[in-house]
């Protein structure tokens, strides 16, 4: 955890002490165990919240300003409250707007404010660094003015926060994972219904280990969006044989038997991976409960393979970092988790094997791309919180 105290002297040099102590929260950042690319398909997903995360100081002032600091990026502003709702170029201070800008629609009357935020998730990851802000930040204003919005709607906002004032067209499992996590247990979500069910983590001598590809990518710039408009397209060819909204509705069966519909090759993968990857977590959830962790590594690797042939959004980093992996003994599974392009692997290790792991994978990827690869021991956290 970070040194509180030490973060408060920080605020109070960026502010002033005016001897109102700022309220302190905690957001996580989070790993999708599997199911990727399902979300905004209205399909199942299995994150959990990691012991990462973002800390957010927060307290009013009396000078109708947004003020605006964080410890990651040299980039700080002051924004008058009429100025909130607009955008700031491409920076960071763009997440917590959004969400202001969604409070303000919700009927909040801004006030000045004095905001300080730090993170330890490495930025560029997909490890939702994004999510974090957006959900630290709405659930620390909804307690400062009393807005008694419940949890679920904190992540609802947050992500028509970074849909509308981003411009990304993500799906709810980022801020779902981030707002409703708990510690040493998955999440299995419904992102159609948002029914959810808080699945034991029971890793017996096996840990969750994520390597960073160090290849930088930004979401909004990859073909993040381009994948969202090709699965639309899917469900306009099959919506000739079937009434559908979303890939998700779709059975794996269904599929095959409908995939005829859909002309494009292209196009076609892109359902096949929605709909073989939904039934994956199914099959995961299943093997969770029955403490199966070998046949949930397995379905990890499948997942990647999907990703990888099928999706197409791994690229060389994450193909060697998964590969690398796999021939490691003691790894059940491994496979890229967010949205690709770059970011993050996530493997399952068993204990007495990480250092060996870290050592053979980051001497061969760096051997293979140049690249230096950094190794996280996930912990499985709390979702968003206050820090009394």
């Given at each position: 955890m970070m040194d509180i105290q030490?973060?408060?002297?920080?605020?109070?040099?960026?502010?002033?002490?005016?001897?109102?102590?700022?309220?302190?929260?905690?957001?996580?950042?989070?790993?999708?165990?599997?199911?990727?690319?399902?979300?905004?398909?209205?399909?199942?997903?299995?994150?959990?919240?990691?012991?990462?995360?973002?800390?957010?100081?927060?307290?009013?002032n009396k000078e109708d300003v947004i003020k605006l600091a964080s410890q990651?990026?040299?980039?700080?502003?002051?924004?008058?409250?009429?100025?909130?709702?607009?955008?700031?170029?491409?920076?960071?201070?763009?997440?917590?707007?959004?969400?202001i800008d969604q409070l303000v629609q919700r009927g909040l009357k801004p006030e000045g404010l004095d905001m300080?935020?730090?993170?330890?998730?490495?930025?560029?990851?997909?490890?939702?660094?994004?999510a974090s802000i957006e959900v630290v930040t709405a659930q620390a204003i909804n307690v400062l003015f009393n807005l008694r919005i419940g949890k679920v709607d904190i992540v609802k906002l947050s992500q028509k926060a970074e849909n509308e004032f981003i411009g990304v067209n993500c799906g709810i499992m980022d801020q779902f994972a981030v707002g409703m996590g708990k510690p040493d247990h998955a999440i299995f979500l419904d992102c159609r219904t948002l029914e959810f069910e808080l699945v034991p983590l029971e890793l017996q001598?096996?840990?969750?280990?994520?390597?960073?590809?160090?290849?930088?990518?930004?979401?909004?710039?990859?073909?993040?969006?381009?994948?969202?408009a090709e699965c639309t397209e899917a469900v306009k060819y099959l919506n000739k044989a079937k009434s559908l909204q979303t890939l998700g509705e779709l059975t794996y069966q269904e599929f095959v038997d409908l995939k005829h519909h859909i002309p494009d090759i292209v196009t076609r993968k892109r359902a096949k991976h929605v709909v073989s990857e939904n039934q994956r977590v199914l099959d995961a959830v299943t093997a969770l409960k029955r403490k199966n962790l070998r046949l949930f590594?397995?379905?990890?690797?499948?997942?990647?393979?999907?990703?990888?042939?099928?999706?197409?959004?791994?690229?060389?980093?994450?193909?060697?970092?998964?590969e690398l992996a796999r021939g490691i003994e003691g790894v059940l599974g491994s496979r890229m988790t967010g949205a690709g392009f770059g970011g993050c692997t996530v493997s399952l290790v068993r204990e007495d094997c990480i250092n060996a792991f870290k050592e053979n994978v980051g001497k061969r990827y760096h051997e293979i791309t140049g690249l230096d690869a950094e190794f996280y021991i996930s912990e499985i956290g709390d979702g968003v919180h206050r820090i009394e």
């Open positions: 030490k973060l408060t002297k920080i605020f109070f040099e960026h502010f002033g002490d005016t001897g109102i102590q700022p309220m302190i929260y905690f957001a996580p950042g989070r790993v999708n165990l599997i199911g990727e690319h399902t979300d905004y398909n209205k399909g199942y997903v299995l994150p959990c919240a990691l012991t990462y995360g973002t800390y957010l100081l927060i307290r009013k990651n990026f040299d980039f700080k502003t002051n924004i008058p409250i009429a100025g909130i709702n607009e955008k700031q170029g491409s920076e960071w201070v763009n997440y917590p707007l959004g969400v300080l935020y730090y993170g330890n998730i490495p930025n560029g990851a997909g490890l939702s660094s994004s001598e096996y840990r969750i280990v994520v390597a960073n590809t160090n290849k930088q990518r930004g979401l909004a710039d990859s073909k993040y969006n381009e994948r969202v590594g397995k379905l990890m690797n499948a997942s990647h393979n999907s990703l990888r042939y099928d999706y197409e959004v791994t690229g060389l980093e994450l193909d060697t970092l998964t």
